[in-house]
């Protein structure tokens, strides 16, 4: 006889389903609303449980006295159409709503009071499940609601509330529309203001509008000194040479005057190398970069740097942003796909890996990990929102959601190897398109030959371990040999390089809608579109591929505002710390609201219509008064616009990890300004990494920080320290925290210690008095000269440093280099060292 199981603990896998010991004894499992049955074939329709169609007098007349009352009374306030918030998407005021069940599956198990939630719910057997939540209900009501159950749940009423509810929450489109930062993006005029003298560009228009109405004033402008260390750092992550700072002051002086001065430092900064290296590290943060794979075992990348290294090229060559985007997504796609092309493509392929096991990979996470960015990056919205339902907030339907997840299911994505199958496969070769199909080929052959030799060797490592005698020598020999041609394969590479990218699966299709966000619920197939709120766009009937190509023309299509509001805002963040949208990734209703609606708007249709170019934009930006002003603040600006909202002075802005460290270089002179190469990970035959012994690697450099090996499940122990970005999930902009541990890093570290001895040593190199060492110390870390009462304070420091070196038994010849690091790290800890005015 056929029993099913109740709402106990089961898990699905291929072949098999494991049950939780408290359902072990038992014939079958409900499984998130899936009836599983044990046995050798299907249950008979006779003994399937279903709900009461024709109900007979007494029925209906105990749902009248019984039950009905029951509902309204205790249920109806969380669980109707009327309900102001609709509980676990579960109706309990029409029949249709209690046969639907609620957003986990069915509720009630027509015949079976014991395998249905309702009744485990009402007697309280779960605090979290438990309802009514706050008192339990009567037991002779809870005995009603059994016996109404065994029945079969006989319901009269005939009003469908599911039908009711869906309409309510379906979208009114024009509605929807009419959210700020879906509007059409129009180019609005400039704001009059009082102070006419005081604009330099349309920026300070809108700014000092704002300003003006909170009845504030700007701040004066920056001194140079203070100018040109904020652009520096800001451009370059660097700071100024005492050099660059002499020239740029004694530039101020000249004829031309200082607005020229100024278009010069702005202009020989944006043609630095070390620009590309600066505002790559941004968008890499926004991305969620890292060189290994994520989830438990963290399979490096070694391919992915090409990825970086595109990105660093593509900011310092300023590729139009809509190129830009248009290359992440669908770079291979592109006619004549050049290979700086098809590493673009490693965006979509550095999403996150999950799982450990090969037959069910669970492939589906990696792609919502894809939509998820890819929403936050170009759109400014939570896609992930919708992988289980409707947006909760936003108009994005879970339609929506799997007419794009298609788009990436047709998508081959490299393997990065997984613990259960080490190896990678599925690399992109680098080559012209008439020549991919072929190196296609023989990329796949590689590969197959490799796992076949790997399979070999580890069978043949398990017959050694069992053989003896001549047996056993006969088996070493073969895993030698084996061990050998493994070897060969990987010292012999193929005739073109590999990317981490890219390409289209040979499965082309839609994708199935995932009920719940469960691929083991399927339910309607999606046609792959663009969404609803912009058009919803189909791909042609002529497309044979993924759509990748097709969404990114989408993306990009004029009609839609938000790829352009979304960079400019990102822009702006960078140069000022908080965006003009407080929450760069979330443009929609979650998202905190614009500060400057106007200003966003003038700088992204000034972004779109002067060619994408992010050089330009940071040009009009920094050349601005607003950018100009200085950091001081008056009290009248603390009292009304305590969050400096207004941009009535410049914030005051921290150093990240990256350019704290990078400073540490070069103030010391051992910065490595080349191009770093690939990290030093060690060969795929020694790749055992497990979730139980995870790759783990730290691998410093005296390269610049952009350039340091970014690993999924732990940060850069230094980064870590200074709010650096976390690599698993999108950080559009950084926190600033103030700890002991980041002064104690800053006192005691080896690495601190080791830079402050080369700064002492260079500063003692110098031809002069201690005076001029001091003054040389300050302008090279602060940009600006030492004031008077610096240098007693800094004479006095010395002597006394001297004495207590000299107690401690240090040596003469060592005395001056270990008493000048000593005040080189108290240069360090200064807050004017990490913070710019």
């Not at 009603?144 to 509330?161: C, H, K, Q, Y």
């Not at 979509?348 to 936050?376: C, K, M, W």
């Not at 779109?608 to 600006?637: C, E, F, N, P, V």
Request: proline share 7%; charged share 25%.
């Amino acid at each position: 006889m056929w029993k099913k199981l109740g709402p106990w603990a089961a898990r699905p896998e291929k072949g098999k389903l494991t049950i939780s010991a408290r359902g072990a004894s038992h014939g079958a499992a409900n499984l998130s609303g899936v009836e599983i049955w044990r046995g050798e074939s299907a249950p008979p329709d006779a003994d399937r449980p279903s709900f009461v169609s024709e109900l007979n007098p007494e029925q209906t007349a105990f749902f009248e006295k019984k039950i009905r009352p029951i509902l309204v009374e205790h249920c109806y306030e969380c669980h109707s159409a009327k309900s102001e918030k609709l509980k676990g998407g579960f109706l309990v005021d029409s029949r249709a709503g209690v046969m639907k069940g609620g957003d986990t599956g069915p509720v009630v198990t027509p015949g079976d009071p014991e395998a249905s939630l309702l009744i485990a719910a009402v007697r309280h057997l779960n605090e979290d499940t438990a309802m009514p939540p706050k008192e339990k209900l009567p037991a002779h009501v809870i005995a009603d609601l059994e016996t109404w159950v065994r029945m079969g749940a006989p319901d009269p009423r005939t009003e469908n509330t599911v039908a009711t509810v869906a309409a309510k929450s379906a979208i009114d489109w024009d509605k929807a529309r009419e959210w700020w930062s879906f509007r059409p993006l129009v180019m609005p005029p400039l704001p009059e203001v009082r102070a006419k003298e005081w604009p330099i560009n349309a920026i300070d228009h809108f700014i000092l509008a704002g300003i003006e109405a909170a009845q504030l004033k700007p701040s004066p402008d920056a001194e140079a000194r203070a100018f040109i260390r904020r652009a520096t750092y800001d451009l370059t992550g660097l700071p100024p040479t005492p050099e660059e700072v002499g020239d740029f002051l004694a530039e101020i002086q000249t004829t031309e005057g200082a607005e020229s001065a100024y278009e010069k430092l702005i202009d020989r900064l944006l043609d630095s190398p070390r620009y590309g290296e600066r505002w790559g590290r941004h968008w890499l943060d926004v991305v969620r970069y890292a060189d290994t794979a994520g989830d438990n075992s963290d399979y490096p990348i070694p391919q992915m740097q090409r990825y970086r290294d595109w990105v660093i090229d593509a900011f310092n060559r300023d590729l139009p942003y809509d190129q830009f985007v248009r290359e992440q997504l669908a770079g291979d796609l592109l006619p004549d796909a050049t290979p700086d092309q098809i590493i673009a493509t490693g965006y979509v392929a550095n999403a996150r890996r999950f799982g450990s096991r090969v037959d069910d990979y669970p492939q589906h996470l990696t792609i919502e990990d894809t939509l998820d960015n890819l929403g936050r990056t170009f759109l400014g919205l939570t896609l992930s929102c919708s992988r289980c339902h409707d947006h909760k907030f936003d108009p994005i339907t879970n339609q929506d959601y799997y007419a794009l997840y298609g788009i990436f299911q047709s998508t081959r994505y490299p393997w990065p190897g997984i613990e259960l199958d080490k190896r990678q496969r599925d690399l992109a070769p680098l080559v012209p398109v008439a020549q991919r199909a072929d190196a296609e080929k023989k990329t796949r052959d590689r590969e197959a030959e490799q796992g076949i030799l790997k399979k070999e060797f580890e069978k043949l490592a398990g017959e050694v371990k069992k053989a003896s005698g001549g047996k056993k020598q006969a088996l070493e020999k073969q895993l030698a040999q084996t061990r050998k041609r493994i070897e060969e394969l990987e010292k012999n590479p193929l005739s073109f390089e590999l990317a981490y990218a890219l390409s289209d699966s040979d499965s082309i299709g839609d994708a199935v809608l995932q009920q719940k966000g469960d691929p083991a619920r399927p339910g309607p197939v999606v046609p792959r579109r663009f969404l609803t709120l912009f058009g919803g766009q189909e791909l042609p009937e002529s497309s044979s591929g993924s759509g990748r190509a097709e969404l990114a023309d989408w993306i990009l299509s004029a009609d839609n505002p938000l790829p352009a509001r979304v960079m400019a805002n990102r822009i702006w963040l960078h140069h000022f710390g908080k965006g003009l949208v407080p929450t760069p990734n979330d443009f929609g209703k979650q998202g905190k609201p614009v500060t400057h609606p106007e200003l966003l708007d003038y700088l992204a249709s000034q972004f779109r219509d002067s060619g994408w170019s992010m050089k330009q934009m940071h040009r009009h930006i920094m050349l601005s008064r607003t950018y100009r002003q200085g950091s001081l603040r008056d009290d009248a600006a603390r009292e009304i616009d305590p969050a400096n909202e207004k941009l009535a002075s410049f914030p005051r802005l921290r150093l990240d990890a990256e350019s704290i460290r990078d400073t540490l270089l070069q103030l010391g002179g051992n910065l490595d300004l080349s191009k770093a190469g690939p990290h030093p990970f060690p060969p795929q035959s020694q790749w055992n990494f497990t979730q139980h012994k995870p790759f783990k690697e730290v691998y410093d450099s005296n390269h610049r920080s952009v350039y340091l090996m970014t690993q999924r499940i732990q940060r850069h122990p230094y980064l870590a320290i200074f709010d650096g970005a976390d690599p698993s999930t999108s950080t559009p902009s950084r926190t600033t925290s103030t700890t002991p541990l980041q002064a104690l890093y800053l006192l005691n570290d080896v690495f601190v210690h080791g830079q402050s001895g080369r700064v002492a040593e260079r500063l003692l190199s110098l031809e002069g008095d201690e005076l001029s060492r001091m003054q040389f110390a300050h302008e090279l870390l602060y940009a600006r000269p030492a004031a008077d009462e610096e240098l007693t304070a800094a004479e006095t420091f010395l002597a006394n440093v001297r004495v207590q070196l000299r107690e401690d038994g240090v040596a003469e010849s060592d005395l001056e280099t270990e008493a000048w690091r000593a005040y080189v790290r108290v240069l360090f800890r200064l807050n004017e060292f990490v913070y710019l005015d």
